[in-house]
T-cell receptor, first 114, second 112 residues
Framework: AQSVTQPDIHITVSEGASLELRCNYS??????LFWYVQSPGQGLQLLLK??????LVQGIKGFEAEFKRSQSSFNLRKPSVHWSDAAEYFC????????????FGTGTRLTVIP | NAGVTQTPKFRVLKTGQSMTLLCAQD?????MYWYRQDPGMGLRLIHY???????AKGEVPDGYNVSRLKKQNFLLGLESAAPSQTSVYFC???????????FGPGTRLTVT
């Protein structure tokens, strides 16, 4: 069965520091992978997605993620964090068996220190 | 474009009461979804629809019903609310299967 693990519940970084949020997935075939961001009191917004091809994908707001099949990982990175990046981040894997589902991880809350 | 809108934004129900949450999208998307978000559990799919007149069960469908009578609307019903249904409910839509899902702002429901 598909599943997504985000091992870090909460991460705190200083503004200007680099960021890496971890995501591990379990899926039998080549996965469709997504990162979403949720600002407080808001819905989710897509940051980036991976379907196939280049394993390093670029997203909005300066984020990127790298698909590593050997490690079943899809970690999200940003070289320099801004205070406005404080939010909750969700990794998700798409179910391609016909159920049309996205399976979400439990999320990582990012706090940015000025 | 308003995108995905949800009505109401907040609601408090007593156990056993019923209510309907309305989701509307103006992007002509075929696929629509209802999720619930609980602390420490991420988002879980309740029901979804692959087109007007269709509905299907997701991961946690018990206690909920849905209808998609018009392409732009997807309704989520609670026939007899229970405290375990206290949650934040998100609606989403997408143009194609597994493409980007656009989310509404959420409905915070409390059942006492």
């Amino acid at each position: 069965a598909q599943s997504v693990t985000q091992p870090d519940i909460h991460i705190t970084v200083s503004e200007g520091a680099s960021l890496e949020l971890r995501c591990n997935y379990s899926y039998g075939a080549t996965p469709y992978l997504f990162w979403y961001v949720q600002s407080p009191g808001q819905g989710l917004q897509l940051l980036l997605k991976y379907f196939s091809g280049d394993t390093l994908v670029q997203g909005i707001k300066g984020f990127e993620a790298e698909f590593k099949r050997s490690q079943s990982s899809f970690n999200l990175r940003k070289p320099s964090v801004h205070w406005s990046d404080a939010a909750e981040y969700f990794c998700a894997v798409g179910d391609q068996t016909g159920a049309n589902n996205l399976f979400f991880g439990t999320g990582t809350r990012l706090t940015v220190i000025p | 474009n308003a995108g995905v809108t949800q009505t109401p934004k907040f609601r408090v129900l007593k156990t056993g009461q019923s209510m309907t949450l309305l989701c509307a999208q103006d992007m002509n998307h075929e696929y629509m979804y209802w999720y619930r978000q609980d602390p420490g559990m991420g988002l879980r799919l309740i029901h979804y629809s692959v087109g007007e007149g269709t509905t299907a069960k997701g991961e946690v469908p018990d206690g909920y019903n849905v209808s998609r009578l018009k392409k732009q609307n997807f309704l989520l019903g609670l026939e007899s609310a229970a405290p375990s249904q206290t949650s934040v409910y998100f609606c989403a839509s997408s143009y194609l299967q597994l493409y980007e899902q656009y989310f509404g702002p959420g409905t915070r429901l409390t059942v006492t």
